[in-house]
């Protein structure tokens, strides 16, 4: 059993930064992947990007590359999303969720894919 906390959150003007962060416990193996969605008001909740808990192999969704970042600190079993030059269709409540196994990219996107999930925060973009 694992369980996902995230602290964090808040409101941010636009062009600013904000760190989430999601703290895991439980038995973690090598093998998770640790992955952030996010929801905005009436959508389906969409992939941002995921992190190999061990190989810290990383990827992320078009609309944040180059933008956001996703880290991990394995000493505190905590992962952590760095989102720069945040623009208002950030907006969301941001999730973090765990795969006991490794996916692929497309299956990856899917959250069907995650067996755990954070109750979620809210990210806030003031235009």
């Known amino acids: 059993q694992v369980q996902l906390v995230e602290p964090g959150g808040g409101l941010v003007h636009s062009g600013g930064s904000l760190r989430v962060s999601c703290a895991a416990s439980g038995s973690i193996s090598s093998s998770y992947v640790i992955a952030w969605f996010r929801q905005a008001p009436g959508k389906e909740r969409e992939f941002v990007g995921y992190?190999?808990?061990?190989?810290?192999?990383?990827t992320y969704t078009d609309s944040v590359r180059g933008r956001f970042t996703i880290s991990r600190d394995n000493a505190k079993s905590t992962v952590y999303l760095q989102m720069n030059s945040l623009k208002s269709e950030d907006t969301a409540v941001y999730y973090c969720?765990?795969?006991?196994?490794?996916?692929?990219?497309?299956?990856?996107?899917?959250?069907?894919?995650?067996?755990?999930w954070g109750q979620g925060t809210q990210v806030t973009v003031s235009s």
């Open positions: 992190i190999n808990w061990w190989g810290g192999s990383r």
């Open positions: 969720a765990a795969s006991p196994t490794s996916l692929e990219y497309a299956a990856a996107r899917s959250p069907a894919k995650y067996m755990y």
